[in-house]
């Protein structure tokens, strides 16, 4: 059996808009994100750590910010793209754990309903997802409430 390990971070500033895309599901906040795609900061994580465990590059190796055809594009297209790359080199997910780092929006009123999207795009049990949050206490960029961050860890087992 062969096993992989990755990890991805992803980081987008806010700007104006009235909500941000969390692991696939819309959560309302008082401000927006500022990306090429829809910025969602836990997809493109998940994106880069599921890339990363398989060789695949990175999201903007194979999504790049350059080209409009990615322009407003919804990260559960890219990570279904993703999803497909991994099976096609015939990996299998056994798990991945994703942390949302920023002051807000607070993750607990939503984090069952990604937890369930993130599973059902992947096509594994919500069991096989882990999602949590912190906060850096008010240092940083991050602290000072100037934007959101992800990382995420994935297993692989393949063949």
Do not use: C
Not at 10 to 31: E, K, M, N
Not at 68 to 77: A, G, L
Not at 113 to 128: C, M, T, W
């Amino acid at each position: 059996m062969n096993v992989r390990i990755g990890f991805g971070f992803d980081v987008h500033a806010f700007g104006p808009g009235d909500g941000v895309w969390l692991g696939g599901v819309r959560v309302d906040y008082t401000r927006g994100v500022i990306a090429h795609s829809d910025g969602d900061v836990l997809l493109h994580a998940l994106g880069d750590a599921l890339l990363g465990a398989a060789g695949l590059g990175d999201l903007g190796e194979l999504f790049p910010d350059s080209h409009q055809r990615y322009r407003s594009i919804s990260s559960t297209v890219l990570l279904e793209d993703i999803r497909g790359r991994i099976a096609d080199l015939g990996y299998t997910i056994g798990n991945v754990d994703l942390t949302l780092i920023g002051e807000a929006p607070r993750l607990a009123p939503h984090r069952e309903i990604i937890r369930v999207s993130i599973a059902e795009l992947l096509g594994i049990d919500r069991s096989q997802v882990s999602v949590k949050a912190t906060t850096t206490e008010g240092l940083g960029f991050l602290g000072r409430g100037e934007g959101i961050g992800a990382q995420a860890a994935v297993l692989l087992i393949g063949p």
